[in-house]
């Protein structure tokens, strides 16, 4: 099974602080992606990544990052954390070529920002 | 219209009913359509990908519609643990990013 590991489950940040949220995927996908979760809001996609040095902006970069220096690794980073940015964040993977194939989740980061 | 819609729910069913869900989208040219299931403060998971002819997965039967822009998930013999959300997703046109519905809780109770 396509296995994507979060570094962190919980994480508790002061507003200004840089974070860093990683993700490593390990059955050579080329697609990448972060998601926030937000009650109500359903997923919101931040960014995402088709292979290496790539990347794109989803549909709430503002005040986000990324990084993907290794085909397996895609880092988030939140370059000043605000309150506004306390939720739930989630990481995915996916072949590229198989549109029926859907994403494999990492088990998310929850982080507050105080 | 936003580009996937699902009533939130929740959706109270007894252990054995028969429950289904109704998810309308909004681009015609999605080509990419799947339920995933999340749990409380877990992740979603795939559940299945829907195809044009329908396709069933033991007790779980997904639709398609295309000319109505609408999926559905019929769920058979409710169980204790199917109690979750069902997330509607369908992909963007050139892109292989998903869109995600915001979910149809389901609770099954004995």
């Known amino acids: 099974d396509v296995k994507v590991t979060q570094s962190s489950r919980y994480l508790v940040k002061r507003t200004g602080e840089k974070v860093f949220l990683e993700c490593v995927q390990d059955?050579?996908?080329?697609?990448m992606f972060w998601y926030r979760q937000d009650p109500g809001l359903g997923l919101r996609l931040i960014y995402f990544?088709?292979?290496?040095?790539?990347?794109e902006k989803g549909d709430i970069p503002e005040g986000y990052s990324v990084s993907r220096e290794k085909k397996e690794r895609f880092s988030l980073i939140l370059e000043s954390a605000s309150t506004n940015q306390t939720s739930m964040y989630l990481c995915?993977?996916?072949?590229?070529?198989?549109?029926?194939?859907?994403?494999?989740f990492g088990s998310g980061t929850r982080l507050t920002v105080v | 219209r936003k580009e996937v819609e699902q009533d939130p729910g929740p959706f109270n069913v007894p252990e054995g009913a028969t429950v289904a869900f109704n998810c309308t989208y909004s681009?015609?040219?999605?080509?990419?359509f799947f339920w995933y299931r999340q749990d409380c403060r877990k992740e979603p998971k795939l559940l299945m990908s829907?195809?044009?002819s329908g396709n069933e997965d033991g007790r779980f039967t997904a639709q398609l519609n295309r000319a109505s822009q609408y999926i559905s998930l019929l769920i058979r013999d409710s169980k204790l643990s199917d109690s979750a959300t069902y997330l509607c997703?369908?992909?963007?046109?050139?892109?292989?990013?998903?869109?995600f519905g915001k979910g149809t809780m389901l609770l099954v109770s004995p």
């Open positions: 681009n015609s040219a999605s080509q990419s």
């Open positions: 059955m050579d996908h080329e697609n």
């Open positions: 829907v195809y044009s």
């Open positions: 995915a993977s996916s072949l590229v070529t198989r549109q029926n194939y859907g994403y494999t």
């Open positions: 997703v369908v992909n963007r046109e050139g892109y292989s990013t998903l869109t």
């Open positions: 990544s088709y292979d290496v040095k790539m990347k």
